[in-house]
């Protein structure tokens, strides 16, 4: 059976949680989307995906959640292996500097979205972070032309990344 990609967002107010939903299902047809709204249902469900042997690809995580915060999610997730190499995205309204930068150094975050956020630079943000994650984990990436970003992954191929009919 093929290995599914999730996309996990973690939010904890409902308008929120579901307006980032809304504003990224184009990837749907080839990306499972799972929400979160604690860092703690997060770790459940991450562990539900892993033992399911899928990947989460990319997880876009408020800063302020009811219990553990976003980032001490996303440090966790760094130092754990198999979710080591998700694509870490904070979008918050109210993480402080010192959060920021621990996130970019402790989390390796790849992106920081300020609320409120433009549904295109959201789809655009999603995009490059799953086209990377596609292109570091998965054999056949032109799968995934169609929503991710073609040229790059066309580019890849072009470079010698081996494309299997798997």
Same mark, same amino acid.
């Given at each position: 059976? =093929? ?5 996990? +967002? ?6 929120? $949680? #579901?307006?980032? *939903? %809304? ?58 292996? =198999? ?5 870490? +995205? ?6 402080? $500097? #010192?959060?920021? *930068? %621990? ?64």
């Amino acid at each position: 059976m =093929e290995e599914k990609i999730y996309i996990l +967002v973690v939010e904890d107010e409902p308008e929120v $949680l #579901d307006a980032i *939903v %809304r504003d990224i299902s184009d990837f749907e047809s080839h990306f499972v989307i799972e929400m979160a709204d604690t860092a703690e249902e997060a770790r459940e469900i991450i562990q539900s995906i892993l033992k399911e042997g899928d990947q989460i690809g990319l997880i876009l995580c408020d800063h302020v959640l009811p219990g553990d915060n976003g980032v001490e999610l996303l440090v966790e997730m760094q130092h754990a292996p =198999e979710t080591e190499s998700t694509q870490k +995205v904070l979008i918050t309204g109210q993480a402080g $500097l #010192d959060e920021t *930068v %621990r996130a970019v150094n402790e989390a390796d975050l790849k992106h920081y979205i300020a609320k409120p956020w433009e549904k295109e630079k959201l789809v655009e943000i999603v995009r490059n972070q799953l086209t990377d994650y596609v292109l570091e984990h998965v054999s056949n990436p032109m799968q995934y032309m169609a929503v991710l970003d073609g040229e790059k992954i066309a580019e890849q191929i072009r470079k010698g990344k081996s494309v299997t009919d798997k």
